[in-house]
């Protein structure tokens, strides 16, 4: 019924009907793991603090998964956010994009999972030409800024507890670090 792993066209990986969020990587899917409260909390804060920012200064288009963005030929993610710049919008919003200027992946628990998103994905969005990467680390309460300098990033900030990450494509785009993580708690731990 489906391709096997490896056979899998961009044609077939599209088509595809599931509430799962799936990568496709050369033939092969990639099945992430099933977002939690905390994640989708975590996600939904920055959304919103994005969606609003750009808005304001009519600088494009904020999106969240799931939708995968085709970083080249046979690869395919499914960053949590990312931004695409008005000039850089499709003219037809009824397909997946393939360009981001800006994208966000919230941590997933796990090893191979954190290993996914700080160094393969860290090193395909480079590639792809995605200028700048931010990665939100529930476990550590950090949020890391990578930006692009010529075909790798380079590390704009890593942002903790008491501090504000900063943009340095969107200026004036700031994230308290402490109401990141503070709009993910129960009402009855907030301070």
């Known amino acids: 019924m489906f391709p096997l792993q490896g056979e899998w066209t961009e044609q077939e990986y599209l088509a595809l009907e599931t509430n799962r969020l799936i990568e496709f990587s050369d033939g092969l899917l990639e099945f992430l793991p099933m977002p939690t409260m905390l994640h989708q909390a975590l996600v939904e804060f920055l959304h919103a603090l994005l969606k609003e920012f750009v808005g304001r200064h009519d600088l494009g288009r904020a999106f969240f998964a799931p939708l995968p963005i085709r970083l080249w030929p046979g690869k395919f993610r499914e960053p949590d956010l990312m931004f695409i710049a008005r000039e850089r919008l499709p003219s037809d919003l009824r397909r997946q994009p393939d360009k981001a200027d800006l994208v966000m992946e919230v941590l997933s628990p796990g090893e191979r999972n954190r290993q996914r998103d700080l ?11 995605i ?17 692009l300098d010529g075909n790798k990033y380079r590390v704009h900030g890593e942002f903790g507890p008491g501090q504000k990450a900063t943009s340095v494509l969107l200026d004036g785009f700031v994230v308290s670090v402490d109401e ?3 709009s993910a ?3 009855s731990e907030q301070k």
């Open 131 to 147: 200028r700048e990467y931010w990665i939100v680390d529930p476990e550590q309460r950090r949020v890391h800024v990578l930006a």
């Open 180 to 182: 990141l993580f503070a």
């Open 185 to 187: 708690e129960p009402k």
């Open 119 to 129: 160094e393969t994905k860290r090193e395909e969005y480079a590639t792809a030409g």
